[in-house]
């Protein structure tokens, strides 16, 4: 620590960039900063860290590198080369195994065009990358719809198509390709096809319209109408393309739209490319989260990566909040209507769905994570300061006032723990009094944990509304635990859930996964309730039927059911059966009533 003190001591006020190192001189953690002294210092500032992985992580640091860079952008610029270069255990992990394609413009005298996986370094030209195969193959088929090109491996040198040399192939006479092997195609007319093809890869689609549009009425105004109806072909293709395309304003030209979906564990972005209002490129990374990066820190990953990917170079930047660093040469833009606001959600749209998708199919392999997927929304939507891995729901029963009693259902890990669920038959309150009852229960629930030394839970959930929760309080307070453990109140009319000391309730959406949870631990309390309701009133009507007879008292009575569990069992009982239970003077008088017409 001396030493780590040491080098903060000296760093600089500067941007750049940070290494951590531990004892065996393993990289853990790379990071950028605007200055290095004010990031690299906040980590050894802290008492409590709010993910325990940077706890971890912090601890075993024993060395720490940095390197100097002119501005902000260098240091994030060179952060995103140095992560995906050595990829630390502590950094984001961008899980993105897969080799996207890209359509390649070969460099030779007939250039050919065709997709590929592997770019080389050999002069060709490169376009792409395509998230989507389906949108890469829909453009290489209007493409080869449009200026028909050569598919072969013929070396078409002036010399060897000028000796003869090759002969037209099959391509050819389908209409696939003008046949430049045998001169039928010059080599002007090819590569002005060529530059065409370019400009559509480009997204520049309404720059080959116009110019169509024009061959068009030129050759009509000449009376080559042959040539106007292919030409017109052309337009049709071109214009059926363009309207499957997302068209939003042809004035918005060259803009970058990034997107982020997060959880506790990963998240999401989309990244999509917009040229003349058209959106030509799109594609959504996943991001592992490793320590607890804020949403700038991934959404500054995921726009050097993808702006490096597609070799953007896009001079704004649509994003959905603005980040805590600069772009140099690049604006970022938070619209707030119009069509970029429509982008944006397009992009939101896509990242989210993306996100549904995954995370369905991690839970499907591994239940676990679900449950703290589940328990990380529930924090989030109720407010809790810690994930809410025990819950207990409250609800009271009574008929008139009769048999009154409660029960506590317990949520563990965001499912029923049924072992753990009890029944209070309360014992101090006489008629329907609810707040008196909920405050019985509470006291002998807690009262109980605490002196057996158990764990509390992490939210208490009471069936009620303002004056349940309010009581509820009074109660924990007597007790020693409020403040302890989070404690809420759900209102069954419009499924308000209230809060202590906040007079306005929360109102979650119904399609929630946090108010299905809670609505289901309501639910289970009354059921759960109502069950042991109507057993006691069952028990307390047989058992007053039962002590009518004259000679059996009140702790006969209970023998019997406790044994027999009903009148009709107790009436079905042999005779040995009886005296076993209550005794032959007793068996004999309850023989006699059975008889005289019960």
Not at 18 to 47: C, E, P, Q, T, W
Not at 345 to 369: G, I, M, R, T, V
Not at 446 to 460: D, H, K, N, T
Not at 555 to 560: D, I
Request: charged share 30%; glycine share 4%; net charge positive.
């Amino acid at each position: 620590m001396d030493d780590i003190k040491e080098v903060i001591k000296n760093l600089p006020e500067l941007p750049g960039v940070y290494k951590y190192f531990d004892d065996n001189d393993n990289l853990l953690y790379i990071g950028k900063a605007k200055s290095l002294k004010k990031r690299v210092s906040s980590y050894f500032n802290k008492i409590h860290y709010e993910s325990r992985r940077t706890a971890v992580m912090v601890k075993k640091i024993v060395r720490i590198e940095f390197t100097i860079v002119q501005t902000e952008t260098d240091a994030l610029l060179l952060e995103n080369s140095l992560i995906k270069e050595f990829q630390p255990r502590y950094n984001i992990n961008l899980k993105d195994d897969k080799t996207y394609p890209f359509i390649r413009i070969t460099k030779e005298r007939f250039p050919k065009v065709y997709p590929t996986r592997n770019p080389v370094k050999d002069g060709s030209e490169y376009f792409g990358p395509y998230g989507s195969l389906k949108m890469m193959h829909t453009i290489l088929g209007m493409i080869k719809q449009l200026y028909p090109l050569r598919n072969c491996n013929l070396v078409l040198s002036e010399s060897n198509i000028n000796s003869g040399k090759f002969r037209v192939c099959l391509e050819y006479h389908i209409g696939n390709c003008k046949g430049p092997c045998e001169n039928h195609q010059t080599e002007e007319d090819y590569l002005q096809s060529i530059e065409q093809v370019r400009k559509i890869l480009r997204g520049n689609i309404n720059e080959v319209i116009h110019r169509l549009k024009d061959n068009i009425k030129t050759a009509a105004d000449t009376w080559e109408f042959e040539t106007a109806e292919r030409l017109k072909r052309k337009l049709d293709i071109l214009e059926q393309y363009q309207g499957k395309s997302a068209i939003v304003n042809q004035s918005i030209h060259n803009v970058d739209v990034l997107t982020i979906a997060s959880d506790n564990r990963f998240a999401f972005a989309n990244y999509m490319k917009i040229v003349n209002g058209m959106i030509i490129q799109t594609q959504t990374i996943e991001l592992k989260k490793q320590l607890d990066e804020t949403e700038s820190e991934l959404l500054g990953f995921a726009l050097i990566e993808m702006r490096q990917r597609y070799l953007s170079n896009s001079r704004e930047i649509i994003v959905p909040f603005l980040p805590d660093f600069e772009l140099e040469d690049a604006t970022f833009v938070v619209p707030k209507l119009g069509d970029k606001k429509k982008l944006l959600e397009l992009s939101l749209k896509n990242a989210l769905f993306y996100k549904k998708e995954k995370l369905e199919q991690y839970e499907k392999l591994n239940p676990e994570l679900k449950t703290e997927r589940l328990l990380a929304k529930i924090q989030a939507d109720l407010r809790l300061t810690e994930l809410p891995y025990h819950i207990e729901c409250f609800d009271n029963s009574n008929l008139q006032g009769t048999n009154p009693v409660s029960a506590c259902v317990v949520f563990k890990n965001g499912r029923a723990s049924k072992k753990d669920y009890r029944h209070f038959n309360i014992k101090t309150v006489f008629g329907p009094n609810d707040f008196a009852t909920m405050q019985e229960v509470l006291t002998r629930r807690y009262s109980r944990i605490l002196a057996e030394g158990e764990l509390l839970p992490q939210l208490i959930i009471v069936d009620g509304g303002k004056g349940q929760l309010s009581a509820s309080v009074e109660t924990l307070k007597s007790i020693g635990i409020y403040g302890k453990v989070a404690v809420i109140g759900i209102a069954k009319r419009l499924e308000e859930l209230y809060y202590p000391e906040d007079p306005f309730p929360l109102l979650l959406d119904k399609k929630s996964e946090t108010l299905k949870i809670i609505q289901q631990m309501r639910d289970e309390a009354h059921r759960f309730g109502i069950t042991h309701h109507r057993k006691r009133r069952e028990n307390s009507t047989l058992a007053t039927e039962l002590t009518s007879v004259k000679g059996i008292g009140e702790e006969t009575a209970r023998l019997l059911l406790s044994q027999f569990k009903s009148l009709k069992k107790v009436k079905l009982a042999s005779e040995k059966e009886l005296i076993d239970t209550i005794g032959q003077a007793k068996t004999r008088i309850l023989l006699e009533y059975f008889k005289s017409g019960f």
